[in-house]
Antibody, heavy 119, light 107 residues
Framework: EVQLVQSGAEVKKAGESLKISCKGS????????IGWVRQMPGKGLEWMGI????????RVSPSFQGQVSISVDKSINTASLQWTSLKASDTAMYYC????????????WGQGTQVTVSS | DIQLTQSPSTLSASIGDRVTVTCRAS??????LAWYQQKPGKAPKLLIY???TLESGVPSRFSGSGSRTEFTLTISSLEPDDFATYYC?????????FGQGTKLEIK
């Protein structure tokens, strides 16, 4: 069974750094793109970017380019999302999800990580 | 970026109703469209991919149709479990994008 388990909720101050994670199990982690989706409070889903664990090939939405870093460590089946300097506007739920092996829709989702940033 | 516009934004309906949600793309996306259902406090769930292919385990009352720039999600007979928010997503050109969502409420 495919499982994506995300790290726990975070409460941070503006300007602080943060790294959240998503650990996959039950499938060939290196062989499937994995991505991140943001959902701000009361708002819709936003496609942030995806990474291929096999070779770290990366596709990032221009809306998020330079705002956040997406990385992966295939040795521990874990994808990460990192900020160097958080803003209050980064407050959101962040989901990781795997893509279908030949198409770009999200098949399996993590439970989400709530990030709250106070100013 | 390809823009996806869903209509309506909110839909009020009753148990047993047939409902349709529309997703319009700003340029052709062929049939590379998926639909998701999201309930409050939960991760989205894949319902349909390639515009009309039902994901395994999804009830047959859900169906999708369309191509190029206009797509629909239809629920043939609403059940209590269907009240949720629905999103379309295109996966033709990076960055892939989502529609803004359609909230299906109980009338």
């Amino acid at each position: 069974e495919v499982q994506l388990v995300q790290s726990g909720a975070e409460v941070k101050k503006a300007g602080e750094s943060l790294k959240i994670s998503c650990k996959g199990s039950g499938y060939n982690f290196a062989g499937y793109w994995i991505g991140w989706v943001r959902q701000m409070p009361g708002k819709g889903l936003e496609w942030m970017g995806i990474i291929y664990p096999g070779d770290s090939d990366l596709r990032v939405s221009p809306s998020f380019q330079g705002q956040v870093s997406i990385s992966v460590d295939k040795s521990i089946n874990t994808a990460s999302l990192q900020w160097t300097s958080l803003k209050a506007s980064d407050t959101a739920m962040y989901y990781c999800a795997t893509l279908h092996h030949t198409n770009g829709y999200f098949e399996h989702w993590g439970q989400g990580t709530q990030v709250t940033v106070s100013s | 970026d390809i823009q996806l516009t869903q209509s309506p934004s909110t839909l009020s309906a009753s148990i047993g109703d047939r409902v349709t949600v529309t997703c319009r793309a700003s340029q052709t996306i062929h049939s590379w469209l998926a639909w998701y259902q999201q309930k409050p406090g939960k991760a989205p769930k894949l319902l349909i991919y390639k515009a009309s292919t039902l994901e395994s385990g999804v009830p047959s009352r859900f169906s999708g149709s369309g191509s190029r720039t206009e797509f629909t999600l239809t629920i043939s007979s609403l059940e209590p479990d269907d009240f949720a928010t629905y999103y379309c997503q295109q996966y033709t050109i990076y960055p892939y994008t989502f529609g803004q969502g359609t909230k299906l409420e109980i009338k």
